[in-house]
């Protein structure tokens, strides 16, 4: 587990919603990606959430999360997926994330 705005900063990543779950109260929304791989090989996924997440690659479970943060400072994972859970061609990541709509803020400025 990591910490730091720095990582989104440095690699360009974005959060990613799906419109309409932004006010919606208690939802899940399902996120899948395909991708090809030309030859197999360890992959890094670094990954966190506002609420709450699980992760699988071709089927199999890699993790859940995230961990406790800051609103203004939250922890990312990274899960080794190693290659032999990769297939040559198509692969798939699909996220299920729970969105409970709800501030989780139990302190001012810390959430779980």
């Given at each position: 587990m990591k910490?730091?705005?720095?990582?989104?900063?440095?690699t360009g990543?974005?959060?990613?919603?799906?419109a309409s779950a932004k006010e919606e109260v208690n939802v899940y929304v399902q996120f899948v990606r395909r991708f090809?791989?030309?030859?197999?090989e360890d992959l890094s996924?670094?990954?966190t959430a506002a609420t709450q997440?699980?992760?699988?690659v071709n089927g199999d479970y890699i993790g859940r999360g995230?961990?406790?943060?800051?609103?203004?400072r939250y922890y990312y994972h990274q899960y080794q997926i190693p290659a032999h859970m990769l297939h040559m061609g198509e692969n798939l990541l699909s996220?299920?994330?729970f969105h409970?709509?709800?501030s989780t803020e139990t302190m001012p400025g810390f959430q779980y």
């Open positions: 910490a730091g705005n720095e990582f989104w900063m440095n990543a974005v959060w990613i919603c799906q090809d791989m030309a030859e197999l996924l670094y990954i997440y699980a992760v699988w995230p961990a406790v943060s800051y609103k203004t996220i299920l994330v409970d709509g709800e």
